[in-house]
């Protein structure tokens, strides 16, 4: 079996190379923002590893419902990986957006909504990691961590709209800021370098899962 | 035996259990209320604030309470060795989750039904007023956090950590109810105009509804061998 | 600007580190399983 693919190394090749445009042109290409200075190019960042993470909880979703209608256990290593490396731009969206709050409130926090829903996401992620970890039994671990992904997916809309809600009944909606083509441009392609990337991590994680099952399998016949 | 008859059974002989015993609902009731008193020793005697904040206290000890009751829902079974039973014996499992889940509702409801009489006497609120909308808005967070409780906790019976991954994973979906029935307990407290209750109801009554068909739906999986 | 520095920062440094970490967690396993099926 061809265990070093090389279409993998080339795509973690090519990832690198796009994150590296990506962030040249979001820190020294673009003009910084009339308002906000060069605090704001955070965002060139910070969104597109927010629509990273979101779509990982997405395929955690589509592998855990695969699954459960299949029963195949590679569908249940691809919603791991998925869920491992989307928690890692879950985080990187919360810490970027924490970052970029400090010089711009003043604080680390505020309750401020999407902020409040990035964490709540994060929670629900730790949550499907959680449960796989403390269960040993690979066919259980499959079948209860796609309960909890299929629910946490279902979940998060609901979850961000009452956060929403909660802070808007509150306070005024801040004014819609226009996004320039040049904006648009930038986020697209930092989020394509991002999608290149968690697609590496995620071929990179399944293949770890796969070993680690095989070792599991010649564990039980070698005792 | 069908679908209603069997989920009947369980609310049945649980609800015989729990007035037997009475152990659960008064521990439960007097477990709220310490929660209640701690909060508001840490916060301090301001009562001004504490009336503020009363609806979260309130609800915050109604969840609290709920998550340690949770982990009991089948434990009677599981002493006895029956959950094994109940999951080989014909018919669908889905009749376990509904009996569970009717049983829990009605315990935390009927503990609620003191605890908010309670609550108002600690923190100076006059509940008799608006008592049918709260009790309406106490059934769809009751409802709420019951509904995806009672699933979860059958989702974590067989785990070692179970007592933190039940809150782990409970605590997070929680958080609409949860603010459903604040803002809701909170607005009708103020004597506020309907209007924007009407907002946090369709929301819990959204969730309710939402959960309580996928979860029902996907019991089975949860439990099977 | 250091703030966005560090915040670009952090990115790389968080991925690039995963990315390191699982390679050598899948190395290593590929070496034991090597020396498993070999016996």
């Known amino acids: 079996m061809d265990r070093r693919s090389p279409l993998v190394a080339w795509l973690g090749i090519a990832a690198l190379t796009l994150m590296l445009i990506g962030s040249i042109v979001g820190l020294f290409i673009v003009q910084a923002d009339a308002e906000m200075g060069d605090v704001q190019r955070l965002m060139y960042v910070h969104v597109p590893a927010a629509w990273t993470a979101f779509l990982a909880f997405f395929l955690v979703f589509i592998g855990s419902v695969l699954y459960l209608v299949q029963r195949d256990q590679r569908f249940d290593r691809f919603a791991a990986a998925c869920a491992e490396v989307g928690i890692v731009f879950i985080a990187l969206t919360l810490a970027t957006g924490m970052i970029w709050g400090k010089p711009t409130w003043g604080v680390w926090w505020t309750w401020d909504a999407r902020l409040t829903s990035t964490a709540l996401l994060l929670a629900v992620f730790v949550g499907y990691l959680a449960i796989r970890g403390f269960t040993d039994d690979p066919d259980s671990r499959a079948r209860w961590s796609a309960v909890v992904g299929i629910l946490g997916f279902i979940q998060v809309p609901i979850v961000y709209l009452s956060v929403v809600w909660w802070r808007t009944l509150h306070q005024p909606p801040s004014s819609p800021r226009s996004v320039s083509s040049e904006i648009l441009w930038t986020w697209m392609l930092n989020f394509v370098a991002f999608l290149l990337m968690f697609a590496y991590l995620v071929a990179q994680r399944s293949r770890l899962a796969r070993v680690e099952a095989e070792l599991e399998a010649l564990e039980a016949y070698d005792v | ?225 | 600007m250091e703030y966005t520095v560090a915040g670009y920062g952090l990115i790389w440094l968080s991925l690039i580190v995963y990315a390191w970490r699982t390679r050598r967690r899948l190395a290593e396993a590929e070496r034991q399983l090597a020396s498993q099926e070999t016996e």
């Open chain 2, 1 to 225: 035996m069908s679908m209603t008859g069997r989920v009947a059974a369980i609310v049945w002989k649980d609800l015989l259990i729990e007035v037997r015993t009475k152990a659960s609902f008064h521990s439960m009731l007097f477990f709220a209320a310490l929660v209640l008193f701690v909060f508001s020793f840490a916060i301090g005697p301001d009562v001004p604030l504490l009336k503020r904040i009363a609806a979260g206290l309130l609800w915050i000890a109604i969840i609290f309470t709920g998550i340690l009751s949770l982990s009991r829902t089948y434990q009677a079974e599981e002493a006895a060795g029956g959950l094994e039973g109940l999951r080989m014996a014909p018919g669908d499992p889905r009749a376990i989750y509904l009996g569970k889940l009717f049983g829990n509702i009605a315990l935390l409801l009927a503990m609620e039904m003191i605890l908010f009489p309670a609550s108002a006497v600690l923190f100076q609120l006059e509940i008799a007023r608006h008592a049918l909308p709260l009790a309406g808005i106490a059934i769809l967070g009751t409802v709420g956090f019951s509904v995806v409780g009672t699933f979860y906790a059958a989702l974590t019976l067989n785990l070692r950590a179970r007592e933190i991954l039940l809150p782990l994973l409970l605590i997070p979906a929680l958080i609409p109810p949860l603010l459903g029935a604040v803002n809701s307990t909170q607005l009708i407290l103020d004597g506020n105009p309907l209007g924007e209750v009407v907002v946090w109801v369709r929301l819990m009554v959204a969730y309710d509804v939402t959960f309580f068909v996928v979860c029902t739906w996907i019991f089975p999986i949860a439990v099977e061998e």
